[in-house]
């Protein structure tokens, strides 16, 4: 189950160590992770290996873990959400961690919401989720770059650093804003509304790379592309090879 008391940077670290083989049991991950010897950590061991195995990043074997991928990516993470928010039960809490970002954050086009609690389970009353996994589902998301906690609230605005990676993965390119989104961003992170707009979240992250300067949004007289901005000045992104923070 992806919803697990976690809190973001020990799902790194755990895999690492593991991935590396200095650690590969439940034991051996608390003596090289506890650093005081009063409080137990072994709990949140648990559940970011139960977090890791779910998102087919580790396997246990026997008594011991073994890496699944041959490096962390974050990208490779969410690649694994989207495929199990379409491979997991519809009801299934898998499901509802895996969507949230999506159902009531993108597709309505919704920058915030506050209480994500009533809304999770006024659309899933079969499953109950309580207070805790959805803030350990905060928690989580914005450690995986996709937004921010803020005024007990979820802001989907995905970090800086997020976009940067998706644009150096798909690599240098040119054309309409709206295909570039839908083609080659909403399938690692989504970003197509109900409407079929691009999610202003990401259209803003775009954008405040442009003004930056490592990468051009612009506008380009007569596309049969979708236009977005206030003026509707944005409708073509050129991306070079080097995109640097």
């Known amino acids: 189950m992806l919803f697990q008391m976690c809190y973001g940077p020990e799902i790194r670290t755990i895999y690492e160590c593991i991935q590396k083989g200095e650690a590969n049991n439940i034991r051996d991950l608390k003596d090289k992770m506890q650093y005081q010897d ?6 949140l061991i648990e559940s970011t290996i139960v977090f890791l195995k779910d998102l087919e990043f580790i396997e246990q ?13 974050t990208l490779h993470a969410l690649l694994k959400f989207r495929e199990l928010a379409k491979v997991s039960e519809a ?12 159902e009531f954050f993108v597709k309505p086009n919704k920058l915030f ?20 996994k959805i803030n350990a589902w905060k928690r989580i998301m914005e450690y995986f770059g996709i937004g921010r906690r803020a005024y007990a609230g979820f802001y989907a605005l995905p970090q800086i650093e997020l976009i940067i990676e998706i644009i150096r993965k798909i690599g240098p ?17 989504p970003c ?17 790379l442009s003004e930056r300067g490592h990468i051009k949004v612009e506008m380009k007289q ?16 050129r991306i ?6």
């Open 38 to 43: 009063d409080g137990d950590i072994s709990s």
């Open 61 to 73: 074997r026997e008594h011991s873990y073994h890496p699944m991928v041959p490096n962390w990516s």
């Open 91 to 102: 009801n299934s809490l898998n499901y509802i961690f895996a969507s949230i970002y999506e």
């Open 113 to 132: 919401i506050s209480n994500i609690h009533y809304h999770v389970n006024s659309s899933f009353p079969k499953t109950m989720v309580g207070h805790e």
């Open 173 to 189: 390119w040119e054309g309409g804003l709206h295909p570039y989104c839908e083609q080659f961003i909403d399938p690692i992170l």
């Open 192 to 208: 197509m509304t109900k409407d079929g707009k691009v999610f202003n979240g990401l259209l803003f992250g775009l954008v405040a």
């Open 222 to 237: 007569d596309l049969p592309f979708m236009s977005y901005g206030p003026n509707y000045e944005w409708n073509w992104i």
């Open 240 to 245: 070079g090879e080097d995109v640097n923070l």
